[in-house]
């Protein structure tokens, strides 16, 4: 079986677009087989943007970018913020690059390591079917880049991984509070100091 985190070369293609409605502004993304949430934007990425509250952001990493919502959402709001975009499945990076083909100051990599360091914030909706070590690694990889007071939104389900979530961050993090809950979801921000 096929899964977005371990993507199967031989799936087929079957591109479309589909509409994201995020404070009044309509954003349209590429979508295909093989990549997380494919017909419509999960409503744990919608809790995430909706709670991320910062200002003043010149370096933003989206971890598990998948097809870019994450990533064109945050360069919509913070758009002097440089963008980079990191995800393991191939395919989920040739669409994140067709839908931030328009922006400019974006990097999307395929790759299972965070490329560089200097982020003053972090978002990562994690890919809970990779199991802990795989989302650990990925917590431990955002904290060593993101610079002194910066931040990690991460957005869990409450059924999957919440409390060993918040444990495992607390381990690193100066500072863990949950931000945001609904349907099932926890939205949690992670500062650096």
């Known amino acids: 079986m096929s899964h977005y985190y371990a993507y199967d070369d031989q799936l087929k293609s079957l591109?479309?677009?589909?509409?994201?409605?995020?404070?009044?502004?309509?954003?349209?993304?590429?979508?295909?087989?093989?990549?997380?949430?494919?017909?419509?934007?999960?409503?744990?990425?919608?809790?995430?943007?909706?709670?991320?509250?910062?200002?003043?952001?010149?370096?933003?990493?989206?971890?598990?970018?998948?097809?870019?919502?994450?990533?064109?959402v945050l360069k919509h709001l913070?758009?002097?913020?440089?963008?980079?975009?990191?995800?393991?499945?191939?395919?989920?990076?040739?669409?994140?690059?067709?839908?931030?083909?328009?922006?400019?100051?974006?990097?999307?990599f395929e790759s299972s390591q965070v490329p560089g360091e200097g982020y003053d914030l972090a978002v990562i909706n994690p890919p809970i079917r990779a199991g802990k070590q795989v989302i650990f690694s990925l917590y431990q990889q955002a904290y060593d880049a993101l610079v002194p007071?910066?931040?990690?939104?991460?957005?869990?389900?409450?059924?999957?991984?919440?409390?060993?979530?918040?444990?495992?961050?607390k381990t690193m993090f100066d500072d863990v509070k949950r931000v945001d809950k609904a349907k099932g979801y926890d939205v949690y921000k992670a500062i650096k100091y």
């Open 149 to 169: 007071n910066g931040v990690l939104y991460v957005v869990i389900s409450k059924r999957h991984g919440a409390p060993s979530t918040v444990t495992f961050l």
């Open 78 to 108: 913070y758009p002097k913020a440089s963008m980079t975009m990191v995800d393991i499945n191939p395919r989920a990076v040739e669409l994140a690059k067709k839908n931030t083909s328009h922006l400019s100051d974006v990097a999307v």
């Open 15 to 72: 591109e479309k677009t589909i509409a994201y409605n995020f404070k009044g502004h309509t954003f349209m993304f590429k979508t295909d087989l093989g990549v997380f949430s494919k017909d419509r934007v999960d409503d744990g990425s919608d809790l995430l943007l909706h709670a991320i509250d910062e200002h003043d952001l010149s370096n933003i990493l989206d971890i598990g970018c998948g097809y870019g919502v994450l990533g064109c």
